[in-house]
């Protein structure tokens, strides 16, 4: 009996020590990860005056966007190509149990992102789970107080409710990462010190927890997350990780808001509704709605201060959104010219991000309606597991298919031999990046990998 206690004991340490072994780290996980989608307007959703309470329930899924995610939904979307997801939630807003003096978080609400998660995980995806918005409860106070006392206040809660996340998830392996915020509300350089103030309470309450957590990659956010202010502001040698190589930045990406869809106008600006030169219209009444500005050298221009200030310095970036709102024209020839925009922003976004070692997440909220040239952000419709913005989806996986992680030429990871195509209506591409026929035969490109058929 002795012998076999002591066997067991053995047992136990060896799994314990495989378990809790150093992950892959920040720079190794990175290239494996692109091309992302978000699962928009799902564990985000809910009302602000839920802060602090438990009044979002499980109900919260289906505020923003009808339809309950499934194992079904998330292998669709790998189908598709894509290698990892975010996931937005809120915590704070609508679920938590004793207010804000405890900051407990529903543990009806805890099993149900986890099992997201796992939907996630099964689909062999890579997960990036964050606290979003959430009411802004700690992302909107930058510009109300930021003096010593609200710093630490803010502080302690913040590791309050990341210790509970993380322990929660404590197991899972590097295909799991977090992040603490979403785009927090700094602007000035006294508030960017109050906002890594706050990302060190996260980063310290995870690895707190142990386990993997003490090797997890975390992502922190810039200031706005704005390409310029995190350029500007954020040195990320100034965090204390124990943890070697396990932290990547975050910024977002809607230039220019004018085409993106993020634009309201308020002085009587026009929309743009054709991005790219070569999608310009000469002439008409239409010409007006050009890009006047934010187009491919703009890109460029931007992937290259990420790429100086982290990239270059060995950490990964994330750019956690980015997206062009589709619309709908009755003019055939100016939906023709649209359609190729959004595709070559799409394309032109991935291929420049991966090219200098961000990882791009695609924004995506359920909703497939464009309102005519109101337009929308929706590229999967989950209720029918169908792509609704075949533009967006092909623009994202040639625009992989263009690149090497960190390197200017083309090259496509995988090759993958003898197995079918993983969606029926390709598109398909020659190694010269012309499109072909399903089902020709040789070495194609399909969803930003290589596939050799038979």
Known sequence: MKKVR???????????????????NAIEIAPKMYPGWNLGNTLEGGGTDNVYTNKGGLGAEKAWQGTTTTQEIIDFVAAQGFKSVRLPAAWVMGHIIDGEEGMTIDPAWMARVKEIVDYCIHANLYVLLNDHWDGGWIQGTFKKDISEPTIEQYSAKMKRLWSQIAEAFKDYDEHLLF?????????????TKALMTYEQAFIDAVRATGGNNATRTLVVQGPNTSIE???KWVDMSKFNDPAKNALMIEVHYYSPPQFTGVWEGPNGDEPFYFWGAANHVPSGSYKKYNCTWGEEAYVREQFDMMKKSFTDKGVPVILGEYGANWRE??????????????????KTINEEAVKRGIIPYVWDINNPNRYGTGGIMCVIDRSSLSVFDKNTLEGIMTGVAAATWGGPSSGIRDVVLDRPFFTPDGPFYNMAGQRVAPGTKGLVIARGRKWIVR
Do not use: R
């Open 6 to 24: 002591k066997s067991l004991l053995i047992l136990a340490v060896l799994y314990s020590t495989v378990s809790f072994a150093q992950l892959p």
């Open 179 to 191: 992040a603490g915020l979403n785009e927090p509300e700094a602007e000035t350089e006294a508030q």
């Open 229 to 231: 202010l995190s350029s």
């Open 329 to 346: 024209f009755s003019n055939s020839s100016i939906q023709k010219k649209h359609d190729a925009s959004i595709l070559l922003f799409h």
